[in-house]
């Protein structure tokens, strides 16, 4: 067996840099651009001395209504590529926890597309400043307390899917690079034990990262909106059962004047702890890579 195929296969997994993905920022500084501009207009307009009152109200009206449609359209083309993530995670098996959220979200996010295609139509009628304020202030309201934090929900999902495979690549990666630095080692072209306390992080990373994205899924999918289990009554042959729930022990101490209060992660929190394991675990990876070419004396 060649050094140079078993280094370079070693070298291919390590030169893959992790990417973080952007799903949790559905929006980019490029697609946002034009509401900032339309509201740098709008604060142009207040300051320009060259206008007459009149001319500034109107101006100050088409430059209210502008940012409005333009916030309408970024929210409309943010739902359609959350939809499109939704349905890249494929086809979940019925009843499961998975397919009732991924209908979930689906259908919140049709509510979403309804909503704001209907402030296009308001959007429409507007006449006065004070009804485009009225208007704006409107959608921002049902931004903060409706969509927002479905929509995040939502992203919560889709990253904790993507994390799965995110994880099952560098799980891969590291059982390849164990077994070809083992390989090394024992054709003597490496001593043993050179990489084990860097396998050892590598491997203990992972795992903490693995961890943090179970604990996040289980989180998630513990909301499933699942029907409360119909019950039955005593008497003509039923009887009643009722589903004992356990809560879980505080471990809040009772002395108050000691007391720590346990936080606990969100799943958004646990995903991006996760992922910055994940992140941490190829980092590794690449000073393996650079620390085993100076080993065998490769440039």
Known sequence: MKIKKLTTLILVGVALLYLRPVLAETTTTEQTKPVDESVNELLEIRDDTTLTEEEKLVKEFNGRKNILTEVITL??????????????????????????????FNSSLDGYDAYYKDQTKKLETLTTIDEAKSLAQSIKDYRENTYNPEVQSAVDFILVFYNDDVLKTANSRLDKMSGDINKLEKLGYLKAGTFSAKLKEARETLADANDMNKRAKEAILATAPREPKAETTEGDGLETKTEEVTQPESTIPSNEGDAEVEVIPTPGELITGSLNKVKGTYEIFLQIGKDLRKALGLK
Request: net charge negative; hydrophobic share 35%.
């Open 75 to 104: 929210s409309l083309d943010e739902i359609i590529k959350l939809k499109d993530k939704l349905k890249a995670l494929g086809e979940f098996e019925d009843q499961s926890d998975e397919k009732l959220l991924q209908d979930k």
